[in-house]
């Protein structure tokens, strides 16, 4: 990626690693392939996300694989940046960080579990996040540019 704004290590963080860090780690990832190591997290695992899978899907990201876990799970915090998408992510990614070479970033977004209404209206409120992440994301990451 190239520059000091490209980290080579992100990890995304979110309440529970089930919608919104499992979506823009994959996008990250479909982006970057393997020039920047990506992971995601939660404060807590939740279950994987049948909505979160089925948005991505729907542009050719597949995310059946994902596994929800959490940040006490992960076996170390050799990142460079993490971007917290939840208020208790930030609070825990800025815990996790003392003592650590490691950035942070906020960016809050919309949890789109929290979403009420008809199949269509949930998944919209799911494609509205992607769309958010690929913004943020392009925005932040200068591989994504074209």
């Not at 990506?38 to 695992?45: E, K, N, Q, T, Y």
């Not at 596994?67 to 460079?80: G, I, M, N, R």
Request: net charge negative; charged share 25%; hydrophobic share 40%.
């Amino acid at each position: 990626m190239g520059g000091t704004d490209s980290p080579g290590a992100v990890l995304f963080a979110c309440s529970r690693n089930a919608a919104r860090s499992p979506i823009a780690a994959a996008i990250l990832k479909h982006f970057a392939g393997r020039q920047v190591y990506v992971d995601s997290a939660g404060v807590r695992p939740g279950e994987p996300d049948p909505f979160a899978e089925a948005v991505m899907a729907e542009i050719g990201i597949d995310l059946s694989d994902h596994e929800p876990k959490s940040l006490a799970e992960l076996p170390d915090l050799s990142f460079d940046l993490i971007v917290a998408l939840s208020p208790e992510a930030h609070y825990q990614a800025l815990e996790l960080a003392q003592g650590h070479a490691v950035e942070v970033e906020y960016w809050p977004t919309s949890d789109p579990t929290l979403a009420e209404g008809s199949r269509e209206q949930m998944l919209e409120a799911y494609r509205t996040l992607r769309g958010e992440l690929f913004r943020r994301i392009e925005a932040r990451f200068p591989l994504t540019r074209r």
